[in-house]
């Protein structure tokens, strides 16, 4: 394509590159009735400093790459394309274009117009002007399906207790974070990446406003049940012990309920002669005490296969291509 600049997986060094003031870094899924819209949008925004799109297409079945591909050319704003090499996932995604941004400030959002461009440079503006490291979103009411919206709630009180962030915080994926947050972010290269996880590792100076959530403007949300599942194991396995921990005090509490029953039923035997046989109570017993066995193990198991996954340098991400206008290049030179 006439004007466009193709370029290598490993070529772009962020600290070398012309900082701009704000990057927003977008997550394509299913994404090609949309993303146009929204990179349209923001276009019209100026935000001090400056302003540039990543976009990366996390293994896309319908025609985000030809439009995405498209708008490094005519969106009229340095945009930067990137395309795996297959689906890895929004976090793993989000980690990707990160590790392309140059903002100083670099906020991420999805690709389905839920979140009003025109909220951008508030949020932003509340960043950089508060002294932030990272601010969130927070709604009064979302757009989504009601099932949607508690597995959200849920995730989100499962995190208030694991990943030891400021109560009632709400992880919204629409979220800016200072350059210094990204770069400690991203020198995480596992291949189970949580964004959240690895901010509220870095940093408590983090702030939240409240913004609209707007209907899903094309198709339907790409989060099926099966997905929210990856990510809540995300969530619990790869940034706490807390799970290894319940198993063990299940454990233990288990044994000490058993030592309690044996010596009942030694008192019963030394004292009563007509023991009844019990085959009930002591199929329950087992029954219970193979089913949190079996918990157990399978706790220890996805800590171990993920270990293993890791050790064995499964990619947090592979970059097929970049595509950068012409704007980029040229401020990454100067």
Partial sequence: MDGIITASAGDFDRGSAAPVGLSIVVPVYNGAGSVGRL??????????????????????PDDSANVCRALVHSA??????????????EHNAVMTGLRHARGRFVITMDDDLQNPPEEVIRLYDHARLGGWDVVYTRYAAKAHAGWRNLGSRFANKVADWLLDKPRGLYLSSFRCMSALMVEAVTRYRGPYPYVDGLLMQVTRRIDSIEVRHLPRAEGRSNYTLRRLVRLWLNLVTSFSLAPLRIAMLTGAALALLGGIGAVFVIVEALFRHDTPLGWAST??????????????????????????????????????LIERSPAVVERART
């Fill in 39 to 60: 990179v349209a949008a923001l276009a019209t925004l100026r935000p001090e400093g400056g302003l540039e799109v990543v976009l990366v297409n996390d293994g896309s």
């Fill in 76 to 89: 009229g704003i340095p945009v930067t394309y990137i395309e795996h090499a297959r689906n890895f996932g």
């Fill in 283 to 320: 199929m329950t017993v087992i029954l219970l005490v193979s089913g949190v066995q079996s918990m157990i193990l399978g706790v220890m198991g996805e800590y171990v296969g993920r270990t293993f996954l890791s050790a064995n340098g499964k990619p947090q991400g592979t970059v097929r």
